[in-house]
């Protein structure tokens, strides 16, 4: 596709489950972003991704969170022992080069019951 | 740290009517300073952007004005549509890639 996509659209889970959130940028875009959006907030950074490698993960809350991009292109984000809290809209984006624009996708909501 | 801080939504107003959304920040060195646009149902889109103080973002209407004197990047435009409706986010990036976000502002819209 021409955009960036995100699946699945939403993932309920109950407390303490394992989840995946996978993000399929746009073709060529060498740089991933993942951003996590709790109702009423701003999109807050996670992990940058250049390449394969994670760039920066300093936004990860915890290592609970993890995410990996093994060919430089699809990123799945992993969240174990999932919590109440973690209950948010999770953003992937992707841009061609580091400064460049970044294209968002429509993210995943994840419910934790 | 760095921050962004918009005005709280929701902002409502009538067809044409003129429209500010506020917004300043705070940031070590340069950075440049973004508005995104999220329409109900889409995912979010880059709607202007300014790279350096006194340079003015423009795009559909919509205008920001980068001021280092007053840290401020206020989001205008002289007559809003209906279809102006959505949330709306000041951003700022510094160091190439990490972008931060203010908490967004709802823009209703009314015929």
């Known amino acids: 596709g021409a955009g960036v996509s995100q699946t699945p659209s939403n993932k309920v889970t109950e407390k303490g489950k394992y989840v995946e959130l996978r993000c399929d940028p746009i073709?060529?875009?060498?740089?991933l972003y993942w951003y996590r959006q709790s109702l009423g907030q701003g999109p807050e950074f996670l992990i940058y991704?250049?390449?394969?490698?994670?760039?920066?993960d300093s936004g990860l809350p915890n290592d609970r969170f993890f995410a990996v991009r093994p060919e430089g292109s699809v990123s799945t984000l992993k969240i174990q022992r999932t919590e109440r809290g973690d209950s948010a809209v999770y953003l992937c984006?992707?841009?061609?080069?580091?400064?460049?624009?970044?294209?968002f996708g429509q993210g995943t909501r994840l419910t934790v019951v | 740290g760095n921050s962004v801080t918009q005005m709280e939504g929701p902002v409502t107003l009538s067809e044409e009517a003129f429209l500010t959304i506020n917004c300043t920040y705070t940031?070590?060195?340069?950075?440049?300073l973004f508005w995104y646009v999220q329409y109900p149902g889409e995912g979010l889109q880059l709607l202007l952007k300014a790279t350096k103080a006194d340079d003015k973002g423009s795009n559909k209407g919509f205008e920001a004005t980068y001021r280092k004197e007053t840290t401020s990047f206020h989001l205008e435009k002289g007559s809003v549509q209906v279809s102006d409706s959505a949330v709306y986010f000041c951003a700022l990036r510094t160091g190439g890639f990490k972008t931060i976000f203010g908490a967004g502002t709802r823009l209703f819209v009314k015929a």
């Open positions: 984006a992707s841009s061609s080069q580091e400064n460049t624009e970044a294209f």
């Open positions: 073709s060529g875009h060498t740089a």
């Open positions: 991704f250049q390449g394969t490698g994670a760039a920066d």
């Open positions: 940031a070590t060195g340069y950075p440049s």
